[in-house]
Antibody, heavy 119, light 109 residues
Framework: EVQLVQSGAEVKKPGESLKISCKTS????????IAWVRQMPGKGLEWMGV????????KYSPSFQGQVTISADKSSNTVYLQWNSLKTSDSAMYYC????????????WGQGTMVTVSS | DVQLTQSPSFVSAFVGDRVTITCRTS??????LAWYQQKPGKAPSLLIY???TLQPGVPSRFSGSGTGTEFTLTISSLQPEDFATYYC???????????FGGGTKVEIK
């Protein structure tokens, strides 16, 4: 079955680091870009950036450049989203997603990882 | 970057009503637009791609139209399971950035 399975909810304190994961299965890892999308509580969907796991080419939206790191591990077919120093404003649901390319949209989403940052 | 303006941001409607949501883009994107449905606590789900092509399994009461800079999502007869938030997304700049519209919440009247 083609799927993206994300790691579980996290509760962290400001200043702490965090790495959440998105494990892919059912298709050739590295053949499709994987995106991360943020959804703050009660708000809309924000495009954070993408990675091409085949060569780890990574592109960030300006709002997220320098704030997070997207990476991939070909040995485990997993994509990661990482923070070095969390802020309370990082509290949100984070989705990984697979855009198909061209005008085909995102056909595959992870179930989401809720990140709560609170002192 | 292409900006998307979705309207209205909120719709209150009865079961059986026809609902139309509009998405306008700041640049011409031809038919590179998708629509998603998101229910509370769930990931978004693809409804329509290429502006007007229904994703397999999506009921035919959903339809999309438009090209260039103005697009619409229409639900011809609203059903109880359609109460959700809907987002448009431009796909012209694949792989990135692919921003979303601000969303339209469809609620029961």
């Amino acid at each position: 079955e083609v799927q993206l399975v994300q790691s579980g909810a996290e509760v962290k304190k400001p200043g702490e680091s965090l790495k959440i994961s998105c494990k892919t299965s059912g298709y050739k890892f590295g053949s499709r870009w994987i995106a991360w999308v943020r959804q703050m509580p009660g708000k809309g969907l924000e495009w954070m950036g993408v990675i091409y796991p085949g060569d780890s080419d990574t592109k960030y939206s300006p709002s997220f450049q320098g704030q997070v790191t997207i990476s991939a591990d070909k040995s485990s077919n997993t994509v990661y989203l990482q923070w070095n120093s969390l802020k309370t404003s990082d509290s949100a649901m984070y989705y990984c997603a697979r855009p198909l390319g061209g005008w085909f949209g995102i056909d595959l989403w992870g179930q989401g990882t809720m990140v709560t940052v609170s002192s | 970057d292409v900006q998307l303006t979705q309207s209205p941001s909120f719709v209150s409607a009865f079961v059986g009503d026809r609902v139309t949501i509009t998405c306008r883009t700041s640049q011409v994107i031809h038919s590179y637009l998708a629509w998603y449905q998101q229910k509370p606590g769930k990931a978004p789900s693809l409804l329509i791609y290429a502006a007007s092509t229904l994703q397999p399994g999506v009921p035919s009461r959903f339809s999309g139209s438009g090209t260039g800079t103005e697009f619409t999502l229409t639900i011809s007869s609203l059903q109880p399971e359609d109460f959700a938030t809907y987002y448009c997304q431009q796909l012209y700049n694949y792989p990135t950035p692919l921003p979303f519209g601000g969303g339209t919440k469809v609620e029961i009247k």
